[in-house]
């Protein structure tokens, strides 16, 4: 089936030590995002990839960077965690042109110690 | 100002009746595309229904509706014969433009779904 994959499901990292999460989608959508999620919250946009092209969300904290090297996969790195970093992240994708559904991934749980 | 307007932060709802969750939305563009999503404790955002602005009738997918007033700008979603798997988080969100494809979430309401 055509899916959205995140890995790791959870993921714990150290306070400062670089971590990298991973999506991959087999829906050849040409956009995709990712989100944060905090207990209880609306998913936060973080950026998302118009085909190769990276779009900022203003409030987006620069120790969040991405790469999406391929249509299918895309990256989400944080370069020093820290404890408000903390969060479910959200991998979603949608094809421009339609009704723009989004569609999301299991997401990957991030604890930092 | 918030776009996408939920006012109940939960409620709870007996096994096999109906549910309706609000959502009121804010826009100036006539073209607008509104949606709902569940998300289970598992976290997972599942898509549940489409309304676009130009949409003539209301939106239905198995035994969730749509109820949108146009004039109202309101966009409710009513869960038919509810089931104990309808337990979730339900977010109502909203792209605009014609060619506009980020979406603006709501709160979101957490519905609890007694036997």
């Known amino acids: 089936d055509a899916m959205v994959i995140q890995n790791p499901r959870y993921q714990v990292t150290q306070f400062g030590k670089p971590v990298t999460l991973s999506c991959s989608q087999t829906?050849?959508?040409?956009?995709m995002y990712w989100y944060q999620q905090k207990s209880s919250q609306a998913p936060k946009l973080l950026f998302h990839?118009?085909?190769?092209?990276?779009?900022n969300e203003a409030d987006t904290p620069d120790n969040f960077q991405s790469r999406r090297p391929n249509t299918s996969f895309c990256f989400l790195d944080i370069r020093s965690p820290g404890l408000g970093d903390a969060a479910m992240y959200l991998c979603?994708?949608?094809?421009?042109?339609?009704?723009?559904?989004?569609?999301f991934g299991p997401g990957t749980r991030l604890t930092v110690t | 100002a918030q776009k996408i307007t939920q006012t109940q932060p939960g409620m709870f709802v007996q096994e096999k009746e109906a549910v309706t969750l609000d959502c009121t939305y804010d826009t100036s563009d006539p073209s607008y595309g509104l949606f709902w999503y569940k998300q289970p404790s598992s976290g997972e955002m599942i898509f549940l229904i489409y309304?676009?602005?130009?949409?003539?009738q209301n939106a239905t997918e198995g035994r969730y509706s749509l109820n949108f007033q146009k004039a109202r700008k309101s966009a409710n979603l009513v869960i038919s014969a509810s089931q104990l798997g309808d337990s979730a988080m339900y977010f109502c969100?909203?792209?605009?433009?014609?060619?506009?494809?980020?979406?603006?979430f709501g709160a979101g309401t957490t519905v609890t779904v007694r036997a």
């Open positions: 969100a909203m792209r605009e433009g014609q060619d506009d494809y980020k979406l603006s």
């Open positions: 979603a994708t949608s094809r421009t042109g339609q009704s723009y559904e989004q569609y």
């Open positions: 309304q676009g602005s130009y949409d003539q």
């Open positions: 990839y118009y085909d190769k092209d990276f779009n």
């Open positions: 829906l050849n959508h040409n956009v």
